[in-house]
Structure formats: C-alpha cells, structure tokens
C-alpha cells in the first residue's frame, strides 16, 4: 500500500482548515495516475471538503467516484457512501 504523500490533518469541526487545489491536483495524481480533475470534479470536491452539500449529476465514466474518493483521502475517519444502484444487481 502507498503512503499518502499529504500529511494526515483533521480538517473536521473547529480546526477545519482549506485544502488548496495544489494539495487535491498532488492527491489525483499519486492514487490516481491523472494530471488533472475534469468538468466539475473539483468544485463538487471542494464543497464535500467544506462540510456543504454536493449533487453530482454525471454521465457513466464522467468520473463520479473521485468526487467522493479524493474527500476520503484528504479527511481523516470514515466516509460512508450510499449508492442505491448497488443493491438491485445484487440480488439473486
């Protein structure tokens, strides 16, 4: 397993602090292999980071996932993700 190469901060409650697009772009890039976000990855990025509500509305490959993956490495704790497509193909 790779070391993240941002230090772990707390960014949650009063010791929230802004994680600069330089911080994110270094994080795509070393998980994900990608130079730079498409479309509005960044900015729906940006609002889960600052603790406000986010709808993305994306096409299939339109990269939805790194809107909620690049937020879980960057906090510290769990990220729990609801997607109800899942579970409908799950079953026998």
């Known amino acids: 397993m790779k070391k993240s190469p941002l230090p772990v ?7 929230k602090q802004k994680i600069g697009k330089e911080a994110l772009v270094k994080l795509l890039r070393w998980h994900f292999g990608h130079s730079e976000f498409r479309g509005k990855q960044l900015e ?12 993305c509305l994306m096409p299939t490959g339109g990269g939805k996932s790194l809107c909620y993956q690049i937020p879980a ?10 997607s109800p497509l899942i579970g409908p193909y799950l079953l026998p």
């Not at 901060?9 to 010791?15: F, H, L, M, S, T």
């Not at 729906?44 to 709808?55: H, K, M, N, Q, T």
């Open 44 to 55: 729906a990025i940006e609002a889960v980071l600052s603790g406000r509500d986010c709808f």
């Open 73 to 82: 490495l960057a906090k510290t704790g769990i990220v729990l993700v609801v």
């Open 9 to 15: 901060q707390n960014i949650c409650g009063p010791e």
